[in-house]
């Protein structure tokens, strides 16, 4: 009888010790599509996994304008969620205001250091300090086709330069299908924008004019010829792609109403959610003339200072899963991107996903691997924000100059 109200003491002591340790957290994203509702899934049943319970807090708008707005007034009323989807040098601007929470007990015991290549890490840290969690690496610079609706209009496989781009989709309008899928927020405008000007331009001007903001380059011929191309990119678009959401311009590359998408690989994951095969179904092929060099946009999750004490628990194990291996290939495997961390297995991903991962480390060797301006990754908030906006401008004024358009980006990155 003494062992055995002993053991029931014990159990009791262990279960309370469980209790109080399992969490809430909160987690802030705006992963509202099939894919990528699919995706951030998997991290929820992780967490539930570990006993803590998830409070979603999903933002519909893809690339996060809509989150983004939502979070500040959160954060301003005293309010912060456990984790929020935050990138690039936003960290460094939310981290400013003392609002976030060092995850460097995390960090160490993960290897964090260890296992993330240098230029991701510097990104998460502030002031050397680790405050958000990266989840992968998705590659913008893409083309998706239909290979169905190639082979309808006679295109044989997918363009390489922006002259074969050209050719290809008048012979999808000729044989009476939509050239190409475009949906209607500035992002998306923008994710086209900078395939283009890195198409034209190559590599280092793109870095000049979006990561440098160099007026030169933002004024020069080579911008000018950019806006003519962008220019004529939409006129292959449908009339109704205004306000239209990504993924449904995704959904009219796979259900063979359209030929091409220019989107970063999250668009593959509404592919595979659509059971739609690489290679086969469609193709992933980098924008024309951007084989060489590769625009990343890394997502993350930045924490917010918490008090309570199971809360911050919680927290802890989100940081730790997002980084752990199970995270990484399935959410990956899901979301169209590849795993942050280092020296995983690529044995379950496809093709795109290898391609991806080759050239990401391939054009690190060479000056070709750049920051996705359109996702976040370039620019301070506010610049980004003002030149999207001259971008969309000039892409829906089709009575605005190419001169003014140059003129009107140029002024807007003079944005601090
Ligand atoms: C991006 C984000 C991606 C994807 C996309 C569309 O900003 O990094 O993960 O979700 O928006 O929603």
């Known amino acids: 009888m003494i062992k055995l109200s002993k053991l029931a003491s014990a159990v009791a002591i262990v279960l309370a010790g469980n209790v109080a340790m399992a969490g809430e957290v909160e987690v802030l994203h705006w992963w509202t599509s099939g894919g990528e509702a699919k995706s951030v899934g998997e991290l929820k049943k992780i967490m539930q996994g570990k006993g803590h319970t998830w409070k979603d807090f999903a933002v519909a708008g893809g690339g996060g304008d809509n989150a983004m707005t939502v979070l500040k007034s959160r954060v301003v009323a005293g309010n912060p969620p456990a984790a929020a989807q935050i990138k690039g040098p936003g960290i460094q601007e939310w981290a400013s205001e003392g609002v976030l929470a060092n ?103 793109y870095q000049d004019a979006l990561v440098k903001l160099d007026q030169a380059a933002l004024t020069s011929a080579t911008m000018t010829k950019s806006l003519e191309t962008f220019r004529k990119i939409k006129s292959y678009t449908d009339p109704a792609s205004p306000g239209r959401d990504w993924n449904l311009a995704t959904a009219m590359v796979i259900q063979e109403k359209a030929a091409f998408q220019f989107m970063g690989d999250w668009a593959k994951g509404e592919f595979t959610a659509a059971g739609k095969v690489p290679g086969k179904d469609y193709i992933c092929a980098a924008a024309p003339g951007t084989a060489n060099a590769y625009t990343f946009n890394v997502d993350s999750f930045a924490m917010f200072k918490l008090k309570d004490a199971a809360a911050q628990k919680a927290q ?36 795109c996903a290898k391609l991806s991962t080759k050239d990401f480390v391939d054009t690190a060797k060479t000056g070709g691997l750049l920051p996705s301006i359109a996702h976040g990754m370039a620019v301070m908030p506010a610049a980004e924000g003002a030149i999207k906006d001259a971008v969309s401008q000039f892409w829906n004024n089709d009575k605005m100059s190419v001169a003014d358009g140059v003129k009107s980006i140029a002024k807007a990155a003079a944005t601090r």
């Open 103 to 205: 995850l460097d007990a995390t960090a160490k015991v993960e290897k964090w250091d260890e296992l993330l290549p240098k230029v991701v890490a510097d990104v998460m840290k502030y002031k050397g300090n680790y405050v958000a969690a990266p989840v992968n690496v998705h590659r913008v610079n893409w083309m998706w086709a239909n290979a169905a609706v190639l082979k309808k209009a006679g295109v044989a496989g997918a363009p390489k330069t922006w002259d074969e781009f050209f050719a290809a989709a008048e012979k999808v309008k000729k044989a009476g299908l939509i050239p190409v899928a475009h949906g209607g927020q500035n992002w998306q405008d923008f994710t086209t924008f900078e395939d283009v000007v890195l198409g034209v331009g190559g590599a280092k001007f």
């Open 316 to 351: 802890a194990d989100l940081a730790a899963a997002i980084m752990g291996t199970e995270f990484q290939e399935v959410f990956n495997l899901n979301k169209g991107s590849i795993p942050v961390r280092l020296n995983m297995s690529m044995a379950k991903f496809d093709d």
